[in-house]
């Protein structure tokens, strides 16, 4: 049978499509602009039809009406990662949460350790062999394709075809729908005075060469700014992001010296601009692979002066990093900052950055503080940290003792805290 043929017989409306789902199901959803909104908003007008039907995702991006707190026994979101559509859900308790590093999400989905019933997501338009692209989310979706009873694609002309590791065939899918509106847009976050202070120091300390793994966020895309007159550098990220199409746009990126995948830049998942996604369409400079590929820290750590830079909301004198809670109360989730912490620790001539404002809430409370909150999750360790860096300097960490740390934290401070920061320490015997 045609290709073609095969894709018209699996071709549904959306409220057709949903009904692929069973009671106690569990759908996975690609992160962020992945994620299929003719699907979900389908899925929502029918919850109150299923019983017991979770669905896991990495950072949603638009609050659908499943995301309700009135009809979770029906249909409950299952966080892998909170986002602002999700973060007050999860602080209420009424969308759970599964703790995770990033990179780790496919293995557990393969050894059945996180469930993969069905696969809801968004896919470019199918090609001549019949395979369609995951390319706006790969992460964990590829795995879960390899497990699920069901797998539902949203087939959408605006949705680049990448290549890599991230195609599906029509044989393996159950059913199709079609939509034809543009991919949601993110934009770059503002970046103020602060930012542009943190990102200058950053900046300052990446060589020509280097490969960048750059998080989302005011202070990683101030670095980025500052990057347009570097030369060389590569690309081994998990998000490909408008900051980064920036630095191809301008020349810095180039991918030629890097000694691991050289002359390609790889990435898991994009959040960017029509702009972007039209330029990852059969770009072969680029590859979209699962995140067990492009977040292992062993694989990525192979590339070379690897610089990781990713933001905390909170950091201890011993160097701990609190950068997905306030407190006990969820903010965000790991992500792949742990990833690509370790991943550049294990780089010859590596560079993980934690980069953070030295205070919040207009100059009253400081961000380096002598020890976390109680029940803050604990993203980085201080076994891993490396560079830490506010508007006021840089600290380096990795083989410093616990008193040395206390002292170049301390240093990085906003000044009106030093004094307090110093009498806490000596009070906790780490000065």
């Given at each position: 049978m045609q290709h073609s043929e095969t894709y018209k017989q699996k071709l549904r409306s959306p409220a057709d499509a949903v009904r692929e789902v069973?009671?106690?199901?569990?759908?996975?959803?690609?992160?962020?602009?992945?994620?299929?909104?003719?699907?979900?908003?389908?899925?929502?007008?029918?919850?109150?039809?299923?019983?017991?039907?979770?669905?896991?995702?990495?950072?949603?991006?638009?609050?659908?009406?499943?995301?309700?707190?009135?009809?979770?026994?029906?249909?409950?979101?299952?966080?892998?990662?909170?986002?602002?559509?999700?973060?007050?859900?999860?602080?209420?308790?009424?969308?759970?949460?599964?703790?995770?590093?990033?990179?780790?999400?496919?293995?557990?989905?393969?050894?059945g350790l996180m469930p993969a019933d069905v696969v809801f997501s968004m896919a470019s338009p199918m090609d001549e062999e019949g395979y369609f692209s995951l390319s706006l989310g790969t992460d964990y979706?590829?795995?879960?394709?390899?497990?699920?009873?069901?797998?539902?694609?949203?087939?959408?002309?605006?949705?680049?075809?990448?290549?890599?590791?991230?195609?599906?065939?029509?044989?393996?899918?159950?059913?199709?729908?079609?939509?034809?509106?543009?991919?949601?847009?993110?934009?770059?976050?503002?970046?103020?005075?602060?930012?542009?202070?943190?990102?200058?120091?950053?900046?300052?300390?990446?060589?020509?060469?280097?490969?960048?793994?750059?998080?989302?966020?005011?202070?990683?895309?101030?670095?980025?700014?500052?990057?347009?007159g570097k030369h060389d550098l590569g690309i081994h990220t998990e998000m490909i992001g408008e900051g980064i199409l920036t630095l191809i746009e301008s020349g810095a990126v180039t991918n030629k010296r890097k000694n691991y995948l050289p002359g390609k830049m790889v990435a898991t998942f994009a959040l960017g601009s029509s702009k972007l996604y039209r330029f990852m369409h059969r770009n072969p400079m680029l590859e979209m692979h699962p995140v067990s590929y492009t977040n292992d820290p062993f694989l990525a750590g192979q590339n070379d002066n690897l610089v990781a830079i990713n933001a905390t909301l909170q950091i201890d004198l011993l160097g701990q990093c609190g950068s997905e809670s306030l407190g006990s109360s969820p903010f965000s989730g790991t992500g792949g900052q742990s990833d690509f912490v370790r991943?550049?620790?294990?780089?010859?001539?590596?560079?993980?950055?934690?980069?953070?404002?030295?205070?919040?809430?207009?100059?009253?409370?400081?961000?380096?503080?002598?020890?976390?909150?109680?029940?803050?999750?604990?993203?980085?360790?201080?076994?891993?940290?490396n560079y830490v860096v506010t508007e006021y300097g840089v600290a380096q960490l990795r083989g410093k003792s616990a008193k040395q740390r206390a002292r170049e934290l301390i240093g990085i401070a906003h000044p009106a805290f030093r004094a307090e920061l110093t009498e806490q320490a000596k009070r906790i015997n780490l000065l």
């Amino acid at each position: 049978m045609q290709h073609s043929e095969t894709y018209k017989q699996k071709l549904r409306s959306p409220a057709d499509a949903v009904r692929e789902v069973r009671d106690g199901d569990f759908i996975v959803v690609p992160t962020g602009v992945g994620e299929p909104p003719h699907l979900l908003a389908a899925l929502s007008e029918q919850r109150r039809d299923f019983r017991d039907v979770k669905v896991g995702q990495i950072l949603a991006m638009r609050k659908y009406a499943y995301i309700d707190p009135d009809t979770v026994d029906h249909v409950r979101h299952v966080a892998y990662f909170y986002g602002g559509a999700t973060r007050a859900g999860g602080q209420a308790g009424w969308i759970d949460f599964i703790p995770n590093y990033f990179s780790e999400i496919p293995a557990k989905i393969e050894r059945g350790l996180m469930p993969a019933d069905v696969v809801f997501s968004m896919a470019s338009p199918m090609d001549e062999e019949g395979y369609f692209s995951l390319s706006l989310g790969t992460d964990y979706t590829m795995a879960a394709v390899s497990r699920a009873r069901a797998v539902v694609l949203e087939v959408n002309p605006n949705v680049p075809f990448a290549l890599g590791n991230c195609k599906v065939h029509v044989s393996q899918v159950a059913a199709l729908v079609e939509s034809e509106e543009p991919v949601l847009e993110v934009g770059l976050p503002k970046i103020g005075i602060v930012q542009e202070a943190i990102g200058k120091y950053v900046a300052d300390m990446i060589d020509d060469g280097s490969t960048l793994q750059i998080g989302y966020g005011g202070i990683p895309d101030a670095v980025v700014m500052q990057l347009t007159g570097k030369h060389d550098l590569g690309i081994h990220t998990e998000m490909i992001g408008e900051g980064i199409l920036t630095l191809i746009e301008s020349g810095a990126v180039t991918n030629k010296r890097k000694n691991y995948l050289p002359g390609k830049m790889v990435a898991t998942f994009a959040l960017g601009s029509s702009k972007l996604y039209r330029f990852m369409h059969r770009n072969p400079m680029l590859e979209m692979h699962p995140v067990s590929y492009t977040n292992d820290p062993f694989l990525a750590g192979q590339n070379d002066n690897l610089v990781a830079i990713n933001a905390t909301l909170q950091i201890d004198l011993l160097g701990q990093c609190g950068s997905e809670s306030l407190g006990s109360s969820p903010f965000s989730g790991t992500g792949g900052q742990s990833d690509f912490v370790r991943a550049a620790n294990r780089s010859r001539g590596g560079k993980a950055f934690i980069v953070l404002p030295s205070t919040a809430k207009g100059d009253s409370i400081s961000r380096i503080v002598p020890v976390l909150g109680p029940g803050t999750h604990v993203s980085t360790s201080k076994n891993d940290v490396n560079y830490v860096v506010t508007e006021y300097g840089v600290a380096q960490l990795r083989g410093k003792s616990a008193k040395q740390r206390a002292r170049e934290l301390i240093g990085i401070a906003h000044p009106a805290f030093r004094a307090e920061l110093t009498e806490q320490a000596k009070r906790i015997n780490l000065l």
